[in-house]
């Protein structure tokens, strides 16, 4: 037998679903090595990239860098509405509105200003970042009873409160970033006597909230909506920044073609997937 190995464990292999405030990708995987870099970047960029200087009372962030190239999804990912982490968008150099919005909005977070993501619906819609302030010039919009001024990622030279005119009549969304968990997984696979592949599920909660109700779905295809088993785990919840192994045990019929899809399923909802080589057993 052959044994599988996955072709989809990486975060850009698969579309995402997005929870309704979009804080899991602001929030979700790589932010370390993100946040590692922001004390390096003033230092290292000076003269090259996108470089804005915003100043006013006790409100102040001073950012160059290169900044990405806007590109539209489906030309991009293949995929019309994919929601990149926001490490993707800066290896990539390239994403469109809400990549570079989730971008921006991940490292103000993590330098410690208040912010918000700001839906702009239409035909197209649009997503921009909304940073906390106070008499600043610009439009801003209150939520809550603060004001967030907006702030354009998809370009160059645009000022805080700067918003480009086709969007100025538009009525914003704010999303807030509310606490997300953020699920990822990867698998290894090894034959057991009696024609048994044993899976091993590693899933990991890169999120700033618990994973609830967690549990792994492993099949062997059999094509046409089929499988040659199927197996479902227990269920486990997990803690932010915490980590789960789960183990299934498939059986596998000799002589055939197949390959082996994975789910992970957390409070009712697939969140992640991913799927093996074909193999012969």
Known sequence: MHLPFPTQPCHGATARSLDRTWSAPVRGPNRQEITGALP?????????????????????????FS??????????????QYARYPLETLVDQKGDCE?????LASILKEMNYGVVLILLPGDPGHMAVGVKGENLPGVYYEYQGTRYYYVETTGTGWSIGQIPKEYRNRKAQILPLVPQPVITHEWTSKSTPGGFIEL??????????????????????????????????????????????????????????????????????????????????
């Open 99 to 103: 990549d570079t919005s989730i971008l």
């Open 200 to 281: 091993k599920v590693i899933v990991h909660n890169d999120g700033t909230a618990i994973a609830r109700d967690t549990k792994v779905y492993a099949a062997l295809d059999a094509g046409n909506g089929k499988v040659y088993d199927q197996r479902w785990s227990d269920a486990a919840d997990l803690e932010p920044r915490s980590w789960a192994t789960y183990t299934l045990r498939l059986k596998a019929p000799p002589g055939v073609n197949t390959y082996l899809a994975v789910k992970i399923v957390s409070d009712g909802y697939q969140v992640d997937k991913s799927k093996s080589n074909q193999f012969k057993t």
């Open 67 to 80: 900044w990405p190239k806007y590109v539209t999804d489906d030309l991009s990912k293949g995929f019309d």
């Open 40 to 64: 390096n970047l003033e230092a290292r960029s000076l003269d090259r990239g996108r470089c804005v200087l915003w100043g006013k009372a006790d409100w102040s962030f001073f950012s160059c």
